[in-house]
């Protein structure tokens, strides 16, 4: 078994084991796998290592039954884990073929990505990768300017098209506040539960407290400082109500990211093209911020489908500004992620 890092963001793209085993090589890829975007900093994703596939699992289902009851961050935050898997299979010259399940359960995995021939990186394929080892948002291009794309939001659409999932950007300002008022409402919704202080608490926790570094490190907040953080969490409301809606002076654009669907499928499509929007948006120095609640939220889901004038069914709501730099957040090694193959 190659070695590998102890933590993804120290991966060594020259370190890809050239002439090892073809599971020892996707076990290197799963690497940019980890530092795929998740939904509340969970990175609920496993694998299972084949000949010549990566299965993944979802993990920790059910685990937020307040800000995800249907587990729709946890499956979308699986597709894009395999989004970025994608990406670092292309670099390394591998044609990466993805098997969704026909069926969500937390049993079975979600997809199997196959290698099912060789490729030759293109300017693109490369952009995308030379983004992943840098943790988003960053403060400038990751790529030379002539390399970023010319039209990020026009990129984006197309790589969220490509995953059969649609793109559009929002800048009208009256739509931005009734955005705002939603994500406002939600934010009152959610603390006026005595379960989500608790339910946040949970994902808040020290590193060494056990299990993945999900939470506290996951949000950069240093270990000596989460244990506070978790007491404050679950007695405080944090006073998000109002202090921490957003107003249109804040929202220099938002994307809306919708599927035709409302499917475990569609979720994981979302989670594919999140990868890729990502990545985009980073070479071009720009930043994208989950606005949770009105997606999250049945009571809320029609409002902003009428405010965005969406047919389809939201599934991401991103904040898109310039970005400035923020410490890593924490991930696992993918030794600890990694299944036993039967």
Known sequence: MVELPDDPWQVDATAFPQHAALGDKLAFCLNYACLAPTGHATRPFLFRIGNSSVEVYANGTREHPVVDPEDRDVVTSCGAAIG???????????????????????????????????????????????????????????VAAEDAPADPMA?????????????????????????????????????????????????????????????????????????????????ESLGAADEGAAGPDDLP?????????????????????????????????????????????DALRPGLRTALGEPGFPQLVLQISQGTAIPPAGRQAVADLLLKSD
């Open 253 to 297: 654009a938002l994307a809306l990211v919708a599927t035709a669907m409302e499917t475990p499928t569609a979720w994981l499509s979302t989670g594919r093209a999140l990868s890729r929007i990502h990545l985009t948006l980073a070479t071009a120095g720009l930043t994208n911020a989950y606005l949770t609640e009105p997606v999250a939220m």
């Open 155 to 235: 990129a984006c659409r197309e790589a969220a098209e490509a995953c059969g999932v649609a793109f559009r950007v929002v800048r009208d300002k009256a739509t931005l506040m009734r955005v705002a008022d939603l994500v406002s409402e939600g934010n009152r919704r959610q603390f006026a539960d005595p379960r989500f202080p608790r339910e946040l608490a949970a994902w808040t926790r020290a590193h060494r407290m056990g299990g993945d570094p999900r939470g506290a490190r996951g949000y950069g907040m240093p270990d000596r400082l989460s244990a506070q953080a978790r007491m404050m969490t679950r007695s």
């Open 84 to 142: 970025h898997l994608e990406v670092a299979l292309r670099h390394f010259g591998f044609v990466p073929r993805v098997m969704p399940a026909d069926q969500f359960t937390p049993e079975r995995p979600l997809a199997r990505v196959a290698v099912t021939g060789r490729h030759t990186p293109q300017r693109a394929d490369e952009r995308l990768f030379r983004a992943m080892p840098v943790r988003g948002p960053a403060p400038h291009p990751v």
